[in-house]
Each structure stands twice: as structure tokens, then as C-alpha cells.
């Protein structure tokens, strides 16, 4: 388990979409709790940068620099 697994959790219950480096951007498109997996789409993206918000998020959360955050994501 990564130790961001819980704040990208918490970021996207709270926005419902977070894009991920390199990987791709997760939506929630039903209503939380999750009931079924239609309830949330994977859209692959190679090229595709961590969202600032996710970034923004676990900086305030763990009170650390931004630009260390990003660095850790990547």
C-alpha cells in the first residue's frame, strides 16, 4: 500500500475524479458509498499529469511542499 493510497482516496470521494502521472484519471459516477463497479471509470492516459487539487490536497494534509509532494507522486 502506497502512503498516499488513503489522501487520493479522500480526494476523490470529495471531487469525484483525480488524474494520476503517467496513468490515467479515475471518476466516480455514482453516488458514495460505491455500490458497483459501473459506478467508477478508469480512462487511460499515458501523457496525462497528477491533478494540481491531489497535489494541493496531500501537501496541506501532510504540511509538506508542494513541489516534494509531486515529486513523491511521480
Known amino acids: 500500500m502506497n502512503r498516499f493510497d488513503n489522501y487520493i482516496t479522500g480526494y476523490l470521494q470529495e471531487n469525484k ?7 490515467g484519471t479515475i471518476k466516480i459516477t ?7 463497479e459501473q459506478s467508477v471509470t478508469f480512462l487511460y492516459d499515458k501523457k496525462i499529469t497528477t491533478s494540481e487539487g491531489l497535489i494541493n490536497f496531500i501537501a496541506e494534509k501532510e504540511k509538506k511542499n508542494k513541489s516534494l509532494i509531486a515529486s513523491d507522486l511521480e
Open 17 to 23: 475524479e483525480v488524474s494520476l502521472d503517467k496513468i
Open 30 to 36: 455514482g453516488s458514495l458509498p460505491i455500490q458497483d
